[in-house]
C-alpha cells in the first residue's frame, strides 16, 4: 500500500466567486507545498493570460490575483493513499474528502465551481455535490492542466478556461479581457 499524501488548505477570500478544484496534488506540488508547481502544468500559464499576470510573479502574487479576481482555489480531496501524481492511481477506497459543506457555509457568493479534469469532477459529483445544500451553483469541467493531459493545445485550453471563468471574474486592474 501507497503512504498516505494531504492536500493543501483552501487559497480563497470570503468574497470569492469561483472555485476551482482539483482532484490531488502531484508529487511536484507536494513537495514544493505550492498547488500547480509541476514546471509543465498549464494552470498558471493559463491564469497568467486570464488574469494578465507577469512571468516573472511569485506564487504569493500569483495566489493574490486569484483572490483579487474573486478566484478560490482547492482539491475535492482532504487526503488519499496514491504512488507517484497520476490521478488513476489513487487508491478509491482511501480517499477522505474535503468539508465542503463548512467551505460554503464560509464563502456563500461562490457561484461557479470549476473542475480541473475529470477527475476532480467525478469525485465532486459522487462524494461531494450535496455539501452545496440546495444552492445554485453552475459548475463546469475544463480541461485538465495537468502535463499527462496533452490532447489539447496551450492555446485551446486558455480559450476553454477563457470562456467558462472570465463572465464570473471580478474585476481586478490586472485582470484581461
Not at 8 to 30: H, K, N, Q, T, Y
Not at 153 to 175: E, F, G, M, Y
Amino acid at each position: 500500500m501507497s503512504a498516505r499524501i494531504a492536500s493543501f488548505p483552501p487559497v480563497a477570500r470570503r468574497d470569492a466567486s469561483i472555485l476551482i478544484l482539483g482532484s490531488m496534488p502531484g508529487e511536484a506540488s507536494l513537495q514544493a507545498g505550492q498547488y500547480y508547481a509541476h514546471p509543465r502544468n498549464a494552470f498558471w500559464p493559463i491564469m497568467r493570460e486570464l488574469l494578465g499576470l507577469p512571468e516573472s510573479a511569485s506564487y504569493r502574487d500569483r495566489l493574490g490575483a486569484l483572490q483579487a479576481g474573486g478566484i478560490a482555489l482547492w482539491d475535492v480531496l482532504a487526503s488519499c493513499h496514491r504512488a507517484g501524481s497520476l490521478d488513476s492511481d489513487i487508491e478509491p477506497g482511501t480517499l477522505v474528502v474535503n468539508d465542503f459543506a463548512s467551505f460554503f457555509a464560509a464563502h456563500g457568493r461562490i457561484a461557479l465551481v470549476c473542475f480541473n479534469g475529470a477527475t476532480a469532477e467525478r469525485y465532486y459529483r459522487r462524494h461531494v455535490d450535496a455539501a452545496s445544500e440546495g444552492r445554485r451553483i453552475e459548475s463546469v469541467r475544463l480541461p485538465s492542466t495537468s502535463p499527462a493531459h496533452a490532447a489539447l493545445t496551450l492555446a485551446d485550453k486558455v480559450a476553454a478556461w477563457r470562456r467558462a471563468i472570465k463572465p464570473h471574474l471580478q474585476s481586478t486592474s490586472r485582470a484581461s479581457q
